[in-house]
Structure formats: C-alpha cells, structure tokens
C-alpha cells in the first residue's frame, strides 16, 4: 500500500476551534491523523497526517476549504512568514510511492484548490517556475504584499484566479521529509538571533539545506529553522554550528523544540554523530534487528 | 508470542571459526540470531539472539557446551575480566514475558550447565545469595583466582561441580537490557582510563546503575563501561561526566562504540536530552505516530 504524508500549516493557532474543525474535515476521509500542533506564540498549526494518495488529495482539499471558511488574513497576526489561512500544503513520500507521484498529488490537489477561488503557487519539487522551487521566494513579504502584488506577472498563481481575498492564497508543494527545528537563545535581544540565522542559512553562506530566521517569542530570542535535508546537513551539524555562533554572539541554547512529527531517523544519526559513534550503529539497534529477524518492528519499551 | 534475548559473552575474540561454530549450534534451534560481534582486542565475543523461553533455554545450553569444547582459560588472554569460556549467559525480557520468568530460565539453564561438569554461578535477578547479584563480584580475580578457590564457601557454585577444568565457570543470570559502552580517550595512559572509571562508577560513588574501568585497547586508554538502567542513568548523563572527567584530566574522549546492540530507545533518549528537547518528543516520531495510527511499525528510510 503507497503512503503519502501531508503536514498542511494553517493560519491560526490561537483558536482551537477552528484547528478542531480543520482537523475534523480531514477526519472525514479514510486517512491517519498523526499529529495536531498548535503554536500560539507563531499563531499558527500544523496536521500531520497520512494515507493514499488519493484519499490524501481529497482531505487535503477538504482541509483547505475549511481554513478559508474560518481564517482571516486580514486580521491574523504572527511573526512567521504566511500567506494564507491553509499557508503550505506539501506532500512528502513515505512508502511504496515516488517523488513524481508527490508533483502530480501537488497538481491535482493545485487545480482543485484554485477551483475554490483560491490562488495556488507551487513549490519545491512541484514548482513549474525555477524560482517558485524556494519556498520563501514564494511567501516574500507574506499575505500584505502578495496582496499588493498578485497582478504582477512574477506573482501569477499557477492555480486559481489573480485575485486574493481574507483567505489569501496557499503555497502547495512537494519535497523530501524536513524538520522544523527551533533553538531559544539566552538573550531577548532579537537582533542576535536575527544575526545567528543569517550567518547558519544556506542563503547566508552557512549550512546548505537549511532555512533559519530569527524570532522573538516570549520575550526570548529563538533562531526558527527547517532543516531540509537532514541526510546531507544533520540535526548534529547544526546544533554543532548553532552552539558555536551563540557563544561567538556571547550568550547559548536554553531548549529547543520541534514542531510536527521528526523523523525517527533524524534523531537516531544525531545521537550517533554526537556520541562519536560508528556510522552503521544506525542499524545496530536491537528493535532495527528483531524487525529485520522477525518482521515485527513494534518499539520495546523496557519501562 | 513471548520473546526473551539472550546474550550469552564468550572468551573468544579472534578465532572466527570457534565463534561460528557456537552460532552454528545456536542456529540449529528456532531463534532469530539478531548479533555476532567479535571483540578482537578484548578477546572476546557476543552473540545475541532472541525467541521463545523453552527454545532460548536450548540454544543457550548448547551454545555453552559448543564454546567449553573449544576454549581454554589456561591459555586464553585478554584485559576483560572473565572466568569461562561461556563466561556470561543473561536473560533478559524483551516482549509478554516477567523478569520472573527469565529467572526461572537462568535457573533452568544452570541445572543444565551444571550437569555439563561446568561450575554455575547465578546473578542478578536469579542470583541466590545476595552478594552474587553483583557480576563483577561473581567474577573477582578472574579465571585465575577462581581456578585456586572454588573450594571457598563463599565460591561454592549454585549448580555444578565444585571443580573447574579448562572451560571454567559461567555466570547465567536475568537483567533488564544493558548498554555496554566503551569511550577511547586521547592518551595512551591507561592510568587516567581507570582513575575516570572510579570516579564515575556507581561503586566509587558516582553514577548510580553504572559500572566502568579503565583499559588500554591498541594503546589507546579507554573508558570501558555498562549502564545497566538507562532510564534511571541516561546515555547523555554518562557521556556528560565522561567530557567532563576528561577535562579535568587534560585529555577529551575522541570517539565511543557500542558492543552488542543497543535498546534504540537509549539512543533516541540521548538526542532528546542533549539537543534540550522536551521528553514527550520520543513520542513525537513520524514512526511512532505511523505505527500506532497503521500498526506498520517499519522504519522510514528516506535514502
């Protein structure tokens, strides 16, 4: 059976309600809802779930109609990057289905989107403009200036009408598996977290396959990153950097925190990396071995 | 289906045929062989393997008499501390089985043992005297020491004759899972590998549920260790005061390994305490979401 993961990011994360209505749209459909994130400090959510590719497109659609239904962009407030009441809508291989089945999943859900009157621009690996690829390309200056500008030729959806409304568009994609990945820093001092994310991004020269910005949340200073690919940029070689900058920045890492489901994988090569360990202790696990002998990968829980 | 590992240490370490031939005579039984790991420098190798008690119980059995045919202590080297050839049989419950049943397994296995003409000394969970808990009490002085007071009352076997011929004794016991971890630090003096292990083990007054010494492997000092609860003394916990004892002995711990195989979940508990994450994120894995919401508990590769 072909599974497919979508993680639609939606505009509010303040009113339950709403989320709780979002999330029972996609309820009605025969799919696996995995995770419900609220983050009320970005004001935003994310829904993990999974299932069919088919199947998928359809709470995916149904998903986004509801956040329109409920979410104002006009009134909405939040320090993180958005365009719409459903913001992104990306589609991520699992099993047993390609990344080119993803692209069509990203189309199909695009066309039917842009259906409801709602501009759809898509991105990374089912961007048909090189530039729409970037994701931050695609949401510069958010909902505000997308307003001011969806006439302009570069900004022309590829879905749906040229014409925004309270509900904004939705940037719909496809891409490898990512981390969301925040770090809070010691200091209320935006500015050196604004300083940290610009030296550690790949637009920055920094780290390739990360995104950072820098945030204030709570009065604390937070560098917000995605990691996209964390095979070639680990979670460790960030932490690694992120540790270095924030002592040359005079202050350190607190906590971090991740947002949505991280793969168990990611976790698992930065124990490795950080402990100095062989690279092939991945696969010297006891649960990876009685899986590979016994075809039952149930986690042990020795509590 | 009840499934309990056994773990059995033999005191071979460089001969690959003696140690394939004591695999072979635990393959002739219905259990998964999950681990063959030979430790030439220690001299010394593990076999994992798992299955249903009455089967474990068989293979363990032959796997001792298997390795008393081949290995001889009164020629046998190595720093690891040992007194058979089969040196340690553990029990351990992995899934639907008591700690109560695997001593009974220990139990079972030592009258076998015993009746081989091999010494039995039961430990931990099955250990009859209260002082025999403690391996590394069971195992003083080695093959050695043993070999001169067996006749002590103190030494008297728990099953088996009070005699020791060239294959010595074998300690068979019930555990929870253990980490047996080894750290290399950047000095050839072995001296500072055994003064960072007393002052880091539970019996120096250290770290509670940790054992350590101090060794020298290819001369290189090392930090050789077993975290027999790491829930209760976690993988970063150790490796926190490990960099520490280091520093303060002018010298930093170059890289780690694992023998045997490892409980992911100490793996996974690791990258959530040092990347500063929230507890709750072990369970914040997309596998484990997917597992629970699918029943389909296989890893994601993502390669």
Redesign the interface.
Known sequence: MS?V?CIPNFSEGRRQWVVDAIAESIRAYPV????VNLDHDHNRSVI?F?GEPAVVADAAVAAVRTAAAHIDLQTHSGVHPRIGAADIVPFVP??DVTMAECVALAHAVGRRVGALGIPVYLYEAAAQRPERRDLAYVRRGGYEALAREIDVPEREPDYGPTLIGAAGAVAIGAR??LIAFNAYLETDDVEIAKSIAKAIRASGGGLPYLKAIGVLVNGQAQVSMNATDF?QTS?YTI?TRLHAEAAAHGTR??????IG?????A??D???E?????LL?RQ????????E??G????????
């Not at 696996?32 to 995770?35: I, M, P, Q």
């Not at 039952?296 to 509590?303: G, H, K, N, S, V």
């Open positions: 599974l993961e696996h809802v995995l995770d993990t999974a699992l099993r490898a598996p095979r979670l932490m890492v607190t906590h971090t925190e991740l489901l991280t793969p168990q994988a976790l698992l930065y124990a490795v950080s402990l100095g360990l062989p202790t010297r696990t006891l649960e990876s071995r009685l899986g002998a016994t039952d990968y149930r986690p042990l829980t020795f509590e």
